[in-house]
């Protein structure tokens, strides 16, 4: 049986669902010596923004029961290095690249969307108003809709390439938020972004991480995660991608059943390097199991 498993995203169009989350990949290099990326639905990189950022001092990164926080800080090397080096090697990898930007300014913003749609090396915009872990930019547009639908509706009116926001799961409300980046003019939304979170050392009884607080990622996001995407995928008309402790098969399946196009997979990537591959097959054994060949055909039938 022939299966199709084309992630239809609206102006976004890939040949399977499954991609690994910003932050949780680098550019693809250190993966590309496990396998070829191109077996990859796209390659969504770290965060890009407009100057180079050192992100939070150490500890950054800590264990937790069924997952992981941490507070990189968005940490890059900035756009325009990461346009002579960066994507022009992915590029030739033969996968489409979403690229996620993150800025502490509209103007930032901005011109870091622009300079990458002028690049020609990325294929989508993933808007990041959501990391919990800086002091300027992101929950500061991603916390409030009126400020995020203002950001979307400037980067849009700019942006040439399908654009997905990346909505927080810290909010009252993320239908509001997912409503407000569409009035703004999203193609799409990726959602959710970590959970905030804390550990703290009792022999040193103060918190692990340096900055105090980190972003929660792992398998204990993902009944959280889902529950959102079902709510978001029942009320605002948009592609989506999943994201939030995804680390099977039928995670991901889960998810695209409660309305996903197309999923992201993130910490699961740092305890097997294989997971992205390894769950594109898990679904494709699914759908030959239960004689599905196209997922089309369950995609939102849990709503």
Do not use: H
């Given at each position: 049986m022939t299966l199709d498993l084309t992630a239809d995203l609206g102006r976004l169009?890939?040949?399977?669902?499954?991609?690994?989350?910003?932050?949780?990949?680098?550019?693809?290099?250190?993966?590309?010596?496990f396998y070829a990326l191109n077996k990859l639905g796209a390659v969504v990189v770290n965060a890009v923004t407009l100057n180079p950022r050192p992100?939070?001092?150490?500890?950054?990164?800590?264990?937790?029961?069924?997952?992981?926080?941490?507070?990189?800080?968005?940490?890059?090397?900035?756009?325009?290095?990461?346009?002579?080096?960066?994507?022009?090697?992915?590029?030739?990898?033969?996968?489409?690249?979403?690229?996620?930007?993150?800025?502490?300014?509209?103007?930032?913003?901005?011109?870091?969307v622009e300079?990458?749609?002028?690049?020609?090396?990325a294929q989508a915009i993933e808007l990041n108003v959501s990391c919990p872990n800086v002091a300027a930019g992101g929950l500061t547009f991603g916390a409030d809709a009126?400020?995020?639908?203002?950001?979307v509706k400037q980067v849009s009116r700019l942006c040439t390439l399908p654009l997905f926001v990346k909505l927080s799961p810290n909010v009252t409300d993320v239908g509001e938020s997912a409503a407000a980046a569409k009035e703004g003019g999203a193609d799409g939304l990726?959602?959710?972004?970590?959970?905030?979170?804390?550990?703290?050392?009792?022999?040193?009884?103060?918190?692990?991480?340096?900055?105090?607080?980190?972003?929660?990622?792992?398998?204990?996001?993902?009944?959280?995660?889902?529950?959102?995407?079902?709510?978001?995928?029942?009320?605002?008309?948009?592609?989506?991608?999943?994201?939030?402790?995804?680390?099977?098969?039928?995670?991901?399946l889960e998810f695209i059943m409660a309305g996903a196009?197309?999923?992201?997979?993130?910490?699961?990537?740092f305890t097997d390097p294989y997971a992205c591959p390894r769950i594109i097959g898990e679904i494709e054994e699914f759908m030959r199991?239960?004689?599905?060949?196209?997922?089309?055909?369950i995609r939102g039938c849990a709503l």
């Open positions: 169009q890939l040949k399977n669902p499954v991609m690994p989350a910003s932050g949780c990949f680098g550019f693809g290099r250190e993966y590309s010596e992100g939070n001092l150490p500890p950054r990164v800590t264990e937790v029961r069924a997952g992981m926080l941490n507070s990189i800080g968005l940490a890059n090397v900035g756009v325009d290095q990461v346009l002579r080096e960066e994507l022009p090697w992915l590029a030739e990898q033969n996968v489409p690249i979403i690229v996620n930007v993150a800025g502490e300014t509209a103007e930032e913003y901005c011109l870091v300079k990458i749609c002028n690049s020609g090396l009126r400020t995020l639908k203002s950001l990726s959602l959710i972004n970590t959970l905030i979170g804390m550990a703290i050392d009792l022999n040193l009884r103060k918190p692990i991480l340096a900055n105090k607080t980190g972003g929660l990622s792992g398998p204990a996001i993902k009944p959280v995660a889902l529950r959102m995407v079902y709510e978001v995928a029942k009320t605002v008309d948009l592609p989506i991608i999943g994201i939030g402790g995804i680390n099977s098969g039928e995670d991901a196009g197309a999923v992201m997979v993130g910490t699961a990537n199991r239960q004689g599905i060949k196209n997922l089309e055909e």
